[in-house]
């Protein structure tokens, strides 16, 4: 379970990232609508609890948010390697890890 918490993880740190203009530039090429950086932003920050509440279930009270919280921190490790080594494929690269932690989530 560890790996979804750490996939949830890099997808927010995604999001929240490419909630920025800078940043969306930086991968895309063009900066989105600030609509579309809002509703970004939120989906982010709504990964964060799940993340939360999936390593809270699977380690308990005692350690589960002591593993979420290595979780983020491995997480932005490799999102901020991901943005400096290659801008352009990050966004896919997190994209699909969080798209497999969803599917790996609800099964």
């Known amino acids: 379970m560890f790996g979804v918490v750490l996939a949830l993880s890099i997808g927010a740190w995604m999001l929240l ?10 991968v895309f090429g063009a ?3 600030d609509r579309g950086g809002h509703l970004l932003r939120v989906a982010g920050w709504s990964l964060l609890p799940l993340a939360f509440a ?4 699977d380690r308990g009270w005692g350690q589960g948010p002591i593993f979420w919280a290595a979780a983020l921190v491995i997480a932005a490790l490799a999102w901020v390697l991901l943005m400096a080594l290659w801008p352009r494929r990050s966004g896919c690269l997190a994209t699909a890890l969080a798209l497999l932690s969803a599917g790996a989530g609800l099964a």
């Open 17 to 26: 990232a490419l909630g920025l203009p800078r940043h969306r530039q930086a």
């Open 31 to 33: 900066a989105a609508s």
């Open 54 to 57: 999936i390593a809270v279930e």
